[in-house]
């Protein structure tokens, strides 16, 4: 059905709601090799981001840094089904994999970037948490007094899930300490290939990226930290990432994205002050519209979605409600609605 649909000019006549549809990418890996489980979920292959990017190309306005600021600043309406691309982390995946795409298609992006990371040939927090577990032999391991079994997929995922939740609200320091510790303490042998595929960008890649009429550079921060529990660090991470980014880059830095789209009513405010003109979030907390300047809603797209499933996604947030329940009941599109949902 998904491909009738796509394949045929009805999906454009489908299309009615004249909204702008934000999406969130993390990173493109170039060469299409696929990463371990845990960590692949961010990472989406080049083909595949070729793939969604040639039906976004098709079917709807991909916007410009100014038209975003427009509708959602401005509150000036779109003319057509609109998307916005973005990027969350600064992975070097978005200058390898992702930019060949973004030239050969002339979509424009944002990038949001955890200034701190780029050029320290340091792993994000995460991934070194994650890296750590997933290629670790051990049969189980003890943190925070709790043992947690690491033989399956789904156990090893849920002591990343809990390490992470127990470290997020840690000041910078004390939370790489947590994290050097625990990595050690799993004793894995993880692949350098693997590390230098998900690394965060370098300078050079960075500039490669500024050189693209493209790409916009914006702020995720520092450290990627959690900025409600940032406490004196928040400043440095709201108005040093952009400081650090504008000299890298030589531009002014206009964008915002919450790491973790975690933030509150003060850091909203505070967003604002230092001079940001929009930022975003996943699940907006105090407009749930989605549409407020400073808390921008999007779609995140987990790089483990088909085709399929990426195309439901996206056109189910511009047809008529009424229409596409109607068009869920009858097509038999159901399982793909329960496994989006399941991701
Ligand atoms: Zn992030």
Known sequence: MIFLLVNCRLLKILLQRKILLTLMYHGVLPNNKKLDP?????????SEFDKQCRFLR???????????????????????PSVLITFDDGYRGVADGALPVINKYRIPAIVFISAGYVGNH??????RLALAVAYSDKTGVVFDGRRFP???LEQK???????????????????ERIVDLFCLDMDSDVPDDLV???MPLDEDQLQKLCKCPFVTIGSHGVWHTHLSSAGLDLE??????????????????EFFSYPNSDYTWKIRQKVESHGYKLAFSVN?????????????????????????????????????????SILIYFSGMRWIDEASTAN
């Open 38 to 46: 845990i960590t692949q979920k961010r990472h989406i292959l080049q």
């Open 58 to 80: 098709e079917f709807f306005h991909l916007v410009s840094k100014g038209e975003a600021v427009d509708y959602y600043l401005h509150r000036q309406c779109v003319s057509r």
């Open 122 to 127: 340091q792993l994000f927090w995460f991934d």
């Open 150 to 152: 690491l033989e399956t």
């Open 157 to 175: 995922q849920e002591v990343v899930r809990e390490v992470e939740w127990s470290v997020k609200n840690n000041p910078f320091s004390s939370r």
């Open 196 to 198: 230098r595929r998900i």
């Open 236 to 253: 440095n991470e709201i108005s040093d990432s952009r400081w650090m980014l504008s000299r890298f880059t030589g531009r002014s830095v």
């Open 284 to 324: 907006p907390i105090f407009d749930k519209s989605g549409k407020h300047p400073y808390e921008i809603g999007r779609l995140g797209i987990n790089a483990n979605y088909s085709f399929p499933i990426f195309v439901f996604k996206i056109i189910e947030q511009f047809i008529n409600p009424t229409l596409w």
